[in-house]
């Protein structure tokens, strides 16, 4: 019961980062976007990290998310809301399989933090992972038809995602898993506080002028010089 | 082609819904079964034991039916005392009650049982489900607020910024509404509560601030229990106009109410929305009112502390009170452009809240010890 | 991790309700409002005209600057909110390094303001 949490905002975090890179929709995209960033802030919780997943929620869904889907619309805006269609089939079903792949690997990370002994399980699931992440890579190459041939490519970054996260996996079950964050020591503000402001001070002072400089950048490289203004008129 | 595609849709949205709600009910008996036993055998051996019970809780007070009556009262409050002040009736016809305060009743059935028409080539999918989002967005946060020590539906260390995530989910729902109409003035009108509401959520996040550094908690339960003492009103003034200001920006009233301004832009952002999503719309952000009223009170006005009555109606008074103190608004002032609005929160209302801020700082030892 | 007594339940319990009733305020129009379809109730809702062309965009970005700026705001207030336990705490660097923060923040925030309210620029 205790790791069906986990899996399930796995399996709902991998489906919403592979529709927002599928959907034929900007605006789809966008939004699963958020829901991604939903499902990162809710493994923060898990994690024992409360005030990161706040900050998550509140900078990303809150502020960044707004962000992206304000540039889609005003820039697609000569596209009528309603003539876009949804999704590209054969990556979705390209996505779904690695959705599933994902969702096997991150059984065995999980059976490798609880301590888990379901030895017969996890010797099968090591062989069905790897499996299943090939047959993803062979339906998103061969599956695109032949005129959005160069989409193949695509099948290789599914690859290199599947690789990456097994070396997380791999590297995670050695070090003993992520029991050092969940749950044996409250999460304390003060305590955060005090190390952020101990060990990183001046460090933060500094981010804090690089973020408010580069907003003034923006702002700067955003606005209308004055000869667009003459061209306006 | 067109006309049978629609037709497939809104059945396929019928059928949607209706799954929705039976997966709904389901998890409902799962979840409520065990509770629901507990709350009638208590009816039956102990019933002032269901007063605090959290089934009590969420169905009754703090939660739904306290939360729907008093939404209901604002409504009607808000013609009412608009009405007379201007030297009007208001609502008066509307049922045996008197003083027309069934009036939002007849309201939302009259609303319940209009057509809903989905505009031509609007995103269908996003243009329904804006307003259930809406709704969500603006309900949420009454779980997070604490009526006395027993009763809170939701008491997490990190409240209060929970309370600020689901606010600064509402631009977005916004955003997506104005788009899915494919009405150019719908989605202008969007862009400016966009702007509106992003702008005054820094003011109102570092007016909180004060509020948490007096009481040395995220929590709400904490902060309301540190105010046994004084109100912080008293120690933070500053912060305290400044957050009611942009509470009134969030909610979208006046003087901020430009998103629905009916001279302007027709009704903004809602423009294209009719019938029951309509009334989503609106049942959402008077219940939005009733969180930020119950916030404020907490953070500002001492939360449930009070002499002589107990203590959860000290805080149906202060929720009360500050939810008149809004909606009374739409009475007095004028609105305010948008650029002004804009410029003033940043140019304002960051300043003010700051300096309250470096105040308590500086008066850090005094408060230390005034406050133990 | 969800269990009956804790608050956490009682919320997605209340979401959930809340969810139901919403989706309730749907069902019975869906159900029960007549549904006569014609082309005009559907068109979109007009009153004068937008010319077309670049001025649209424009006009829709006239307060972009202001966004940004929330952004940027939005992460720093995530240290600005540590000001509040650390001062008691950490000593005199837990209440000069926020209060260095903000001073370094005011005048980009200064300037920008003055940017962005500069209309003739957006």
Redesign the interface.
Known sequence: MDYIIPLVLLTYTSIMALLSLESRSLVYGAISLAGFFIGLSLFFFLLNLPYLGVFQLLVYVGAISVLILFAVMVIGEHQKAGEVRRFRAFGLVGGLLLALAMAFAGIILLMSFLDVSFAPLYSVLVYVAPVVVLITFVVLFVGEPKGRSHYRYRAFGVLGAALIFGSFTGVFSYLGGLNAFSGEVPFDVGRLADFVMNNYGFLMVVLGLLLASAAYGAVALAKKEKEEEEEER | MA?ST?RDF?KA??AG??I??LI??A??VV??Y??LLDVLSYLFTNPSLILIH?LF???IFP??GFVGIVAVLAIWGERKFAAKVQNRVGPLYAGALPGGILQPIADLLK??????????????L?F?MA??AA??MG??P??LVPYSPSY???????SL??F??FT??F??VL??AG???????S??GG?RA??QQ??Y??PM??SA?SA??LA???SLMDIAKAQTGVWFIVLAPISAVVFFTAVLAELEKFPFEIPEAESEI?AGWM??YS??TY??YW?GIYVKLVAFSGLFAVLFLGGWNGPLIPAPWWMIIKVGVVATLIISTRAFFPRIR??QL??AG??KL?PLA?FN??IL?AL?PWL?RLLS | MLEADQGLYWFVVFVLIMLESGLLFYLIPMLLAPRKRSALKEETFEAGQVPPGSKRIRFALQYYAYLLLFLVFDVTIMFLFLWGFSFVNSGPWGFIYPLALVGVLIPPLVFTVKLSKAMDLW
């Open positions: 006309s629609r809104f949205l019928l819904v209706a929705a709600l709904g009910v998890l409902d979840l409520l065990r509770p959290p809780m969420v169905l939660g739904l609303l319940l049982f209009k057509e809903i028409i989905i505009p031509k080539d609007s995103d269908r996003v329904v307003p259930v709704f969500l309900a949420a009454v779980a809170v539906i939701f008491d997490f260390p990190l910024l929970l600020f995530v600064g989910f631009p977005m955003l997506l788009w899915s109409s494919n009405n150019k003035f989605f202008i862009l966009l702007y992003a702008s959520e820094i996040f570092l601030l948490v550094m040395k908690s995220f027709v423009t294209e019938g029951m009334g989503l049942f948008i650029d804009i410029s940043w140019t960051i700051l801020i470096l700082v850090q230390v």
